[in-house]
């Protein structure tokens, strides 16, 4: 699996990181996919489509209530450059989704979306290339609302749980919607504008490709390589987790050799698509509004994480403005994946029971 998980998609940031797990088979499950288009979409930055293309994936089927309603809707978002496939991998699906596990597809509708820019929604590499719209996080959470609501008949959600960019959709989504779920679960994030370490290694990630000689505004004939390989350089220290790197790179040897297969992972990426998927997140800070959040919230980071170092002290003190809200720091273990922790679904099943139980009607 990888950053930008070309895997299944693992998701966010963390893809390099679960790259060095053994790749596994996605779990075979009764997958519908579909596209939902919406015509005249507006940006926030101005900026306007004619038709935006949402695809997403839906295991189980919705059950109504007596008025009508869809009860048992859960909707799960993945981080940059993952998609909705990454979470059918075993690690997620094999613990989560099975017959008496805690999102039994038999008793939930599980949502997959595609988020704008990733997989096979609208995105930069479909033509427009650096043309396409400066989509933010609000603009994704305002699409993904639509592609619910509009798009799969959806008026509340008894679960919004979110992944790396998806946990920063979670707290967007608890204050742009306060009253559309039952339940937060974010995994891997902070609630505050990207600053600090976190933007200086996207800004350099979007830097070394626009640098790149055959850069050209984003009308490059080839992937701009140079700009692509320095990108994955800063993604694979990003995405890093200490322990798991020591335990699969035993040897000089092998970390040698997971440096010089950098190239073979860079051919996956899009550069187009790669800069407007880590600049998404340019304007993100739910930090002012943190109050507003009415849903009980089950927030959780691990504490290998590069992305969301503990030693920040950001959680623990912005956990505390949430009406509803419990933050878990998973110590470091021979468990846990750095970022990518968010989708070992093994290391975290027992707080989402705890979540569900909790927020139970």
Same mark, same amino acid.
């Given at each position: 699996?990888?950053?930008?998980?070309?895997?299944?998609?693992?998701?966010?940031?963390?893809?390099?990181?679960?790259?060095?797990?053994?790749?596994?088979?996605?779990?075979?499950?009764?997958?519908?996919?579909?596209?939902?288009?919406?015509?005249?979409?507006?940006?926030?930055? @101005? $900026?306007?489509? !004619?038709?935006?293309?949402?695809?997403?994936?839906? #295991?189980?089927?919705?059950?109504?209530?007596?008025? %009508? /309603?869809?009860?048992?809707?859960?909707?799960?978002?993945?981080?940059?450059?993952?998609?909705?496939?990454?979470?059918?991998?075993?690690?997620?699906?094999?613990?989560?989704?099975?017959?008496?596990?805690?999102?039994?597809?038999?008793?939930?509708?599980?949502?997959?979306?595609?988020?704008?820019?990733?997989?096979?929604?609208?995105?930069?590499?479909?033509?427009?290339?650096?043309?396409?719209?400066?989509?933010?996080?609000?603009?994704?959470?305002?699409?993904?609302?639509?592609?619910?609501?509009?798009?799969?008949?959806?008026?509340?959600?008894?679960?919004?749980?979110?992944?790396?960019?998806?946990?920063?959709?979670?707290?967007?989504? @608890? $204050?742009?919607? !306060?009253?559309?779920?039952?339940?937060?679960?974010? #995994?891997?994030?902070?609630?505050?504008?990207?600053? %600090? /370490?976190?933007?200086?290694?996207?800004?350099?990630?979007?830097?070394?490709?626009?640098?790149?000689?055959?850069?050209?505004?984003?009308?490059?004939?080839?992937?701009?390589?140079?700009?692509?390989?320095?990108?994955?350089?800063?993604?694979?220290?990003?995405?890093?987790?200490?322990?798991?790197?020591?335990?699969?790179?035993?040897?000089?040897?092998?970390?040698?050799?997971?440096?010089?297969?950098?190239?073979?992972?860079?051919?996956?990426?899009?550069?187009?698509?790669?800069?407007?998927?880590?600049?998404?997140?340019?304007?993100?800070?739910?930090?002012?509004?943190?109050?507003?959040?009415?849903?009980?919230?089950?927030?959780?980071?691990?504490?290998?994480?590069?992305?969301?170092?503990?030693?920040?002290?950001?959680?623990?003190?912005?956990?505390?403005?949430?009406?509803?809200?419990?933050?878990?720091?998973?110590?470091?273990?021979?468990?846990?994946?750095?970022?990518?922790?968010?989708?070992?679904?093994?290391?975290?099943?027992?707080?989402?029971?705890?979540?569900?139980?909790?927020?139970?009607?």
């Amino acid at each position: 699996m990888t950053f930008f998980a070309r895997f299944v998609s693992l998701s966010a940031v963390a893809f390099i990181a679960a790259g060095l797990a053994l790749a596994q088979t996605p779990i075979k499950y009764p997958v519908t996919e579909g596209d939902y288009a919406t015509r005249n979409f507006k940006f926030k930055s @101005g $900026e306007e489509l !004619p038709e935006l293309r949402l695809h997403y994936r839906t #295991l189980g089927k919705p059950e109504r209530d007596a008025q %009508g /309603r869809v009860k048992n809707a859960v909707l799960i978002l993945h981080g940059t450059g993952g998609s909705g496939a990454q979470f059918l991998a075993p690690q997620f699906a094999g613990e989560l989704y099975g017959p008496g596990q805690l999102l039994d597809i038999n008793k939930y509708f599980i949502i997959l979306p595609d988020g704008i820019g990733h997989g096979k929604s609208s995105k930069p590499s479909d033509g427009m290339h650096a043309h396409f719209p400066a989509y933010d996080y609000d603009d994704m959470v305002a699409a993904q609302h639509l592609l619910v609501t509009e798009g799969l008949g959806v008026q509340h959600l008894r679960l919004i749980l979110g992944t790396s960019m998806g946990c920063m959709h979670s707290f967007v989504w @608890g $204050e742009s919607y !306060p009253d559309f779920m039952d339940a937060l679960m974010p #995994l891997a994030c902070l609630p505050v504008q990207i600053a %600090g /370490r976190n933007r200086v290694w996207r800004r350099m990630v979007m830097d070394a490709i626009r640098n790149d000689p055959t850069w050209n505004g984003g009308e490059y004939k080839e992937e701009p390589k140079d700009g692509l390989l320095t990108a994955e350089d800063f993604l694979v220290i990003a995405g890093s987790a200490p322990l798991l790197m020591q335990k699969t790179l035993p040897t000089r040897d092998a970390a040698d050799k997971y440096t010089e297969d950098a190239e073979k992972r860079a051919v996956t990426l899009d550069a187009n698509d790669l800069i407007y998927q880590v600049n998404a997140s340019r304007n993100y800070d739910p930090s002012p509004q943190l109050e507003t959040i009415i849903a009980p919230v089950m927030w959780i980071n691990s504490a290998d994480d590069f992305i969301n170092p503990p030693e920040l002290g950001i959680a623990e003190k912005e956990s505390k403005r949430l009406r509803n809200g419990t933050f878990i720091l998973i110590p470091i273990s021979e468990q846990t994946h750095g970022h990518g922790t968010h989708t070992w679904a093994v290391v975290w099943q027992s707080y989402l029971k705890q979540l569900l139980d909790k927020s139970a009607h």
